[in-house]
């Protein structure tokens, strides 16, 4: 059992140990079998990039001290960082892409169902990239601007359209270091091929490139993802959710939406109100059906619609093992293998529904955009048929859930700071300014379980964060995990420092703000921006008192998010470690040397406390630097303190 003086997951901890004593195995102890792991390999020192090797290098400097080609410690670390960026830009992007697909084909009218939703959002887009929209209907608006987005990905001239809504001086900066991102299929190209053997073998010039590579994702392919899937299914606002495992309820056809892209899921949702498809569930004996999502393609549906969530990242496995899910439908990224094999053990239907991602062993329904409707019955129907081979006697579901306020767009922070006619981050600004809010931090990412059963290092990260009047903005699976625990609620107000309370009561928001997935990190860059733009914060993002932050770390994205807001001038500490300590000349530059270059640097292997104190210091240095230090000093919540907040 956890110890009693941390926040637990009781929940979670009572469930792992149901299902071990039934003998069905779950991530953890999978990851317990790994261990010890690979010392090479954590490091960062191993290299399998040709066949001369692999070649392993000797962290501690004795023999050998390079690989077979003579690359060396530095060389072999930076070549990984930057395939870990490269890979983590491209599933970001190549989500980015089909929603540019999609809005093609929405345009032409070749994709019934989907409509344009947000057209003022189109509108602004389409001026962003240089299209005339004067006199344009909506569907030829559309067409052009989803055409133009595709260029995006493999224009041969020019850079990324999207980098231009950055502050001036941070483009001036990016140019400086050669850094301004082309096409983003280009980048990743060519981040392969100079990460190859015998090609690029200087550290700096590897990570430079990493630095381009991952602007390409967050001014590039994740901004396009946000911005066009907004203008499809609607900019979030806000709206009431619910997140945890007892959204799942015993008596209804149970689906889950699993992955990253809501192109189907806003279809299974919509399916699942189709009078007939409702009638057919309850001609099995289910009173209705219940869609409820894991991980990013959850916190998609969430920020939209409301629509419930079961769990994030780490739950997905024991979403199934409450008994009663019927199908778990996924599509892309951060779906367990696992979760196959586990299904099978219950009645639980394994969908997959992309032509990049399946699943040896699960059910294959393949989603077409032409036909997104048809295929989402489809998919419903598979858990209709499912429901009635349910074993009541299996079902077994927490009956924990808490409501959140979710939805917390750029614009919809614009438009609760500033009302429907003065919609402005001025009063964000002027709080900032005299003290009220210290700063904002970003808390963003995955969960994963290198952190011990039971243990909540995002709730420990968020609770200090608020208590020391620093404004929280989250997105991924830390916003859910924060969102089980009730941080999304207006009353966690209540663990909020007296300034930062006095704003949220104001404005009537929570100390904690969804934004969105993990491309919505996109969202965050426009939002202090935004924050710039307004004035009196400096003429930067590097100059504003903000800092980012992902404590549990796992999928190779979560590396390219914290790379684009270091080289958009952001300060971001990581949580775990990163792959990088075999060269202590990486090290050096991601955590020191990088600021000189772009004002923002790395910091990682923090415990949750030493992170938000790293983040408060780091605000604190830039509120002095700007001459509005008036803040008292840090409060330190020491556990005894924590325990007695109301959350
Ligand atoms: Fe070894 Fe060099 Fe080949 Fe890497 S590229 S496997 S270090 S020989
Ligand atoms: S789902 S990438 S575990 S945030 Fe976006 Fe969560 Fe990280 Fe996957």
New binding site residues.
């Given amino acids: 059992m956890a110890d009693e003086k941390r926040p637990s997951d009781t929940m979670s901890l009572a469930m792992l140990e149901d299902m071990a004593s039934c003998g069905l195995e779950t991530t953890w102890d999978r990851y317990e079998q790994q261990l010890p792991m690979c010392g090479f390999g954590k490091s960062g020192l191993c290299?399998?990039?040709?066949n001369?090797?692999?070649?392993q290098v000797n962290p501690f400097g004795g023999e050998p001290k390079t690989?077979?080609?003579g690359?060396d410690a530095d060389t072999?670390v930076a070549r990984g960082f930057l395939r870990t960026i490269a890979a983590g830009t491209s599933a970001h992007s190549d989500h980015g892409r089909a929603v540019c697909e999609l809005v093609v084909a929405a345009a032409k009218g070749e994709a019934p169902g989907y409509q344009i939703k947000d057209e003022k959002k189109l509108r602004f887009i389409a001026k962003v990239m240089g299209i005339e929209a004067e006199g344009k209907s909506k569907e030829d608006l559309a067409l052009a601007v989803g055409e133009k987005a595709l260029g995006e990905f493999g224009k041969p001239h020019g850079t990324q359209l999207m980098a231009t809504r950055a502050p001036r001086p941070r483009q001036e900066i990016w140019k400086t270091l050669g850094v301004t991102p082309r096409a983003i299929d280009r980048e990743v190209v060519e981040a392969m091929h100079r990460t190859g053997?015998?090609v690029d073998q200087d550290y700096h010039s590897l990570l430079l490139h990493g630095q381009r590579v991952a602007l390409a994702d967050g001014w590039g392919g994740s901004m396009l993802a946000t911005e066009l899937q907004d203008i499809l299914f609607g900019t979030p606002q806000a709206v009431l959710g619910e997140i945890n495992l007892g959204v799942l309820k015993a008596d209804k056809v149970n689906v889950i939406v699993h992955g990253h892209e809501p192109i189907l899921s806003e279809m299974v949702a919509l399916a699942s109100q189709d009078p007939e498809i409702i009638k057919e569930a309850e001609a099995v004996g289910a009173k209705g059906i219940v869609v409820a999502g894991i991980c990013c393609t959850a916190n998609e549906l969430l920020v939209r619609h409301g629509i419930p969530v079961a769990g994030h990242m780490k739950m997905q496995e024991l979403a199934i093992a409450t008994g009663a899910v019927d199908a778990m439908v996924v599509d892309v990224q951060c779906i367990m293998q696992g979760d196959v094999a586990l299904a099978a053990k219950f009645h639980t239907r394994c969908i997959t529904t992309s032509p990049k991602a399946r699943i040896r062993g699960a059910t294959h329904i393949e989603f077409e955009e032409h036909h997104a409707l048809d295929t989402a019955k489809k998919i419903i129907r598979e858990a209709i048929a499912a429901f009635p081979k349910r074993d009541a006697a299996r079902v077994k579901i927490p009956q924990e859930s808490q409501p959140a306020v979710v939805g917390f767009s750029h614009e919809f922070i614009n438009y609760m700071l500033g009302g429907r006619f003065r919609a402005s981050y001025r009063p964000l600004n002027e709080n900032i300014i005299n003290g009220r809010i210290r700063g904002v931090a970003g808390v963003v990412g995955c969960t994963q379980p290198k952190v011990a059963k039971g243990e909540q290092p995002y709730l420990e990260l968020v609770k200090e964060l608020v208590a020391n009047d620093v404004l929280v903005v989250e997105t991924g699976c830390a916003a859910l995990e924060c969102g089980r625990a009730g941080f999304l609620q207006p009353e966690f107000q209540d663990a909020a420092g007296p300034g930062l309370r006095e704003v949220c009561e104001a404005v009537g928001i929570p100390p904690v703000l969804h934004a969105g997935s993990c491309v919505d990190n996109s969202r965050i860059l426009i939002a202090c921006t935004e924050m710039v733009h307004e004035g009196g914060l400096g003429d930067d993002i590097s100059r504003l008192p903000v800092a980012g932050a992902c404590f549990e770390w796992m999928n190779e994205k979560a590396i390219a998010i914290g790379q684009y807001f270091v080289s958009s001038g952001a300060f971001v500490a990581f949580g775990i470690t990163l792959p990088v300590y075999g060269s202590p000349n990486v090290v050096k530059y991601l955590t020191q040397d990088i600021e000189a270059e772009t004002g923002g640097k790395w910091a990682f292997g923090l415990s949750a406390s030493g992170m938000a104190a790293a983040m408060i210091d780091h605000i604190n240095a830039k509120r002095a630097a700007l001459g509005i230090n008036k803040q008292g000093e840090r409060v330190l919540y020491d556990m005894e303190a924590r325990r007695q907040l109301k959350f």
């Fill in positions: 290299c399998r990039h040709c001369m090797g692999p070649c690989g077979v080609c690359a072999i053997m015998g």
